[in-house]
């Protein structure tokens, strides 16, 4: 046992004031802001995605499915909105950072394959008690909110409780959180935190080879990585070029035969091994560059314990195609690059990777089918891409805003917290 009194970490918040804050803190979301593509010449995404067969139902046994993988580029810009966004929780005040994010993405031929919107919020650093010194912190996120006489007379408190009172200080779980929709019909909500950072020059490792969560194959389709993949090797195992009746383990009927296709898939600029681990197009793009620090952060709709995010799901996609869980990643780096005049300039890079689990139909256990859907790409600040190298611009096909003549100009309205 130690000696001594020992100096409690649980401490409250700093007491909140009228017009507290007075900006928004945005911690590591303030990186995003701005717009990422892709450029000439530069990696490109690419997505892979199975989809119920045509003729089938959700209770098809064995799950005929339709795959599709191709590259595309992207256009995904961010805005940081100067105004704290005010939670009240009794004795907790919480002030989120909201940046609004809006993606379009099209293929190799130029046509739109999806667009999507939302909102991702800084909700404060997880870590007690709040730091002066803190760049995450400060301005603070979290503020205590004590009952005062006005407000035990205003909200007809007496007698339950008077003057003084303060309940225990909510910490925050995750310090991220980030809402989208998706035009398929399915609304999203991740939860999360910066999993790692580092200055030390060196690339993010991205993944370990044939890793299963990485794979476009679950094991409910029947791969096994060690079985089916070549250990230590990008080569295409051999088993791939035998006909469907020829594989082993039941001919037509066995897994080979099943999941056979994504192996062999070359369409849409998409083919081997990027079809079975799409992130190894991100540690591809990573060669050879100079890194000089970067941070990634991990977001879910599932955690191990405590309160959960979200999928939910128009009727027709819970019914038939029915999205179960996502989980994102994304890694905000910095290079050193050599730029038009061969001087060294500091640029920032953007990778990510989304896996959304689909379930439909049933394997030959009876259970339902796990179904990944990955997207991964590689994107730089547009800013940081010489014009020559710039692609152009993506236009969603919206219907006009027909306005009015002799509309005031907009004026910017700022937020105002008071006790009321």
């Not at 892709?38 to 089938?56: A, I």
């Not at 209770?59 to 993988?69: D, P, Q």
């Not at 007496?158 to 991220?176: K, N, R, T, W």
């Amino acid at each position: 046992m130690t000696k001594g009194s020992q100096v409690s970490s649980v401490k409250p918040y700093l007491e909140w004031q009228e017009s507290q804050p007075t900006g928004a803190q945005f911690g590591i979301l303030s990186k995003l802001h701005g717009t990422w593509v892709n450029w000439q010449g530069g990696p490109r995404g690419l997505h892979t995605t199975c989809m119920p067969s045509p003729g089938t139902s959700s209770e098809t046994i064995f799950g005929v499915f339709h795959f599709k993988s191709q590259q595309y580029r992207e256009q995904l810009k961010f805005t940081c909105v100067n105004a704290p966004v005010r939670n009240r929780g009794g004795s907790n005040e919480q002030f989120n950072g909201a940046v609004k994010y809006e993606t379009a993405i099209i293929d190799n031929d130029n046509v739109l394959q999806h667009f999507e919107n939302g909102m991702y919020l800084w909700l404060g650093d997880n870590t007690m008690p709040w730091q002066a010194d803190s760049p995450e912190q400060n301005p603070p996120t979290m503020f205590k909110h004590s009952s005062s006489a006005e407000s035990v007379k205003v909200d007809a408190a007496d007698p339950v409780m008077g003057a003084g009172e303060l309940g225990p200080q909510f910490v925050p779980p995750h310090s991220i959180s980030r809402s989208g929709v998706i035009p398929h019909g399915t609304t999203i909500h991740l939860t999360g935190k910066v999993a790692h950072s580092s200055n030390e020059g060196v690339a993010p490792h991205i993944s370990d080879l044939w890793q299963q969560a990485s794979l476009s194959i679950s094991p409910t389709m029947g791969m096994n990585p060690e079985r089916d993949l070549i250990a230590g090797s990008r080569e295409k195992p051999k088993w791939t070029a035998l006909p469907r009746e020829d594989q082993e383990g039941g001919g037509l009927n066995s897994a080979r035969a099943y999941f056979q296709r994504i192996f062999n898939y070359d369409q849409f600029g998409a083919k081997y091994p990027y079809t079975v681990q799409p992130n190894l197009l991100l540690t591809d793009a990573n060669k050879d560059l100079k890194f000089k620090k970067f941070d990634l952060i991990e977001l879910d709709s599932q955690h191990d314990t405590g309160v959960q995010g979200a999928t939910v799901n128009n009727v027709m996609i819970e019914r038939y195609c029915r999205v179960a869980r996502m989980r994102h990643r994304m890694w905000l780096e910095e290079l050193e690059v050599e730029d038009e005049n061969g001087k060294l300039k500091v640029i920032e890079q953007l990778q990510y990777e989304q896996i959304v689990d689909f379930e439909f139909m049933f394997g030959s256990s009876g259970e339902t089918t796990l179904w990944p859907h990955i997207q991964v790409n590689t994107l730089r600040r547009l800013e940081d891409i010489p014009i020559d190298k710039q692609l152009t611009p993506i236009k969603l096909p919206e219907e006009a805003d027909k306005g009015a003549e002799g509309v005031p100009e907009p004026v910017v309205r700022n937020m105002k917290h008071t006790r009321e």
